[in-house]
């Protein structure tokens, strides 16, 4: 394991100060950024499309996130946005909870929030809200604790392209966990490595500042975020980064970097560290908004709408006991267990993501 995740109680604050700095002081607008890494290749729906369009172009153009950071079925949903900036996806997030949800935007870095907090009121006006459904505090994401946040209390909590920039990504996990309801979930996006980061590398204050001498080697997080209680992530979309900086290039060497979309549900004591077959399936209604004809829950279960869809302990129970358990038709118990599920097997994220099979994994 990394040997930053060996101590749980401590942060660096000379990477804080550097981070605050690049992010209040050298970055001011997107076109700042000297890498790909903090920005979203992949293509928006229509329905998120339609939504930047009540959000204000200050804040729209000082976005630094690396995926979509938008979940299902978030109608009167309690969110966090960790690490929100100047409150891109809280605004986006926002419209979609409607006026009984509320998202709370959480950033250390002071110059951001003047800019998100500036839009509050013309955000309530332009969604015809008769009060504000936002909020924003400042506070460093690995001492959330110190915000006196209610505990299991919030259904999602979402971050894009932040965890990375965390010199305690372990603290930042716990928090998250404490923080969630049962069967709420951690959805979000960051930067992953192909291997560990050497130490020099991350002292440059540019390549952490871009997001990638931070990044997790992929095994360590998946490792890291079965201890925090998370135990079966599951990757949802992943993109490689060109970087496309010739000198941050030459620093960087061999070393693959990659932009993911994990979700982690909170359920404690009912998933299991591999995909356990007990001859559960599940039926897709076609009732979640925008998926009328089949929904991803991840880059490897494409559940189309009517079909009897196999699935492990774990995909049951997550489905069964988080916000859409309206959604599905559940079929099966955990009175018989006859192994590991068939097809199922220790893959590598990033490898094939895009093999939507009708199998568990």
């Known amino acids: 394991m990394d040997s930053e995740t060996n101590n749980?109680?401590?942060?660096?604050?000379?990477?804080?100060?550097?981070?605050?700095?690049?992010?209040?002081?050298?970055?001011?607008?997107?076109?700042?950024?000297?890498?790909?890494?903090?920005?979203?290749?992949?293509?928006?729906?229509?329905?998120?499309?339609?939504?930047?369009?009540?959000?204000?172009?200050?804040?729209?153009?000082?976005?630094?996130?690396?995926?979509?950071i938008i979940p299902d079925c978030l109608e009167g949903a309690n969110i966090i946005d960790l690490g929100c900036g100047t409150g891109r996806d809280v605004y986006l997030l926002s419209q979609l909870v409607g006026e009984q949800g509320n998202v709370l935007g959480i950033d250390m870095t002071r110059e951001q929030l003047?800019?998100?907090?500036?839009?509050?009121?013309?955000?309530?006006?332009?969604?015809?809200?008769?009060?504000?459904?936002?909020?924003?505090?400042?506070?460093?994401?690995?001492?959330?604790?110190?915000?006196?946040?209610?505990?299991?209390?919030?259904?999602?909590?979402?971050?894009?392209?932040?965890?990375?920039?965390?010199?305690?990504?372990?603290?930042?996990?716990?928090?998250?966990?404490?923080?969630?309801?049962?069967?709420?979930?951690?959805?979000?996006?960051?930067?992953?490595?192909?291997?560990?980061?050497?130490?020099?590398?991350?002292?440059?204050?540019?390549l952490w500042g871009e997001c990638l001498s931070g990044a997790l080697y992929w095994n360590d997080f998946i490792h890291l975020a079965k201890k925090c209680g998370f135990m079966d992530p599951r990757l949802v979309t992943s993109e490689p980064i060109?970087?496309?900086?010739?000198?941050?290039?030459?620093?960087?060497?061999?070393?693959?970097?990659?932009?993911?979309?994990?979700?982690?549900?909170?359920?404690?004591?009912?998933?299991?560290?591999?995909?356990?077959?007990?001859?559960?399936?599940?039926?897709y209604k076609g009732t979640i908004p925008n998926n009328p004809e089949y929904w991803n829950l991840d880059g490897h279960h494409k559940i189309i709408k009517n079909k009897i869809f196999p699935v492990c302990g774990n995909t049951w129970n997550m489905l069964y006991h988080s916000r859409f358990n309206n959604h599905f038709e559940f079929i099966g118990n955990f009175n018989n267990h006859y192994g590991i599920f068939d097809g199922c097997g220790k893959y590598i994220p990033f490898a094939d993501n895009n093999n939507n099979s009708n199998s568990c994994c």
Not at 250 to 262: E, M
């Open 8 to 68: 749980s109680n401590k942060i660096d604050p000379s990477i804080i100060k550097d981070t605050q700095e690049y992010y209040g002081k050298i970055l001011n607008k997107s076109s700042d950024l000297k890498t790909n890494a903090c920005c979203t290749m992949i293509k928006y729906p229509d329905y998120i499309l339609n939504a930047f369009k009540k959000i204000s172009d200050e804040i729209l153009g000082s976005y630094y996130g690396c995926g979509i």
């Open 114 to 206: 003047d800019i998100a907090e500036k839009y509050i009121e013309q955000h309530r006006n332009v969604n015809n809200y008769q009060k504000s459904n936002v909020n924003f505090k400042q506070a460093y994401i690995e001492l959330l604790p110190e915000l006196n946040l209610p505990n299991n209390s919030y259904d999602i909590i979402v971050s894009n392209c932040v965890v990375n920039l965390s010199s305690n990504k372990e603290l930042v996990l716990k928090n998250i966990y404490d923080l969630l309801k049962t069967g709420g979930e951690f959805y979000f996006s960051d930067v992953y490595s192909s291997q560990r980061i050497p130490e020099e590398l991350k002292r440059d204050k540019v």
């Open 242 to 283: 060109t970087i496309q900086n010739k000198e941050l290039e030459k620093k960087i060497g061999h070393i693959k970097f990659y932009s993911a979309t994990y979700r982690l549900f909170k359920l404690p004591g009912l998933l299991e560290p591999d995909c356990e077959d007990y001859g559960q399936a599940v039926i």
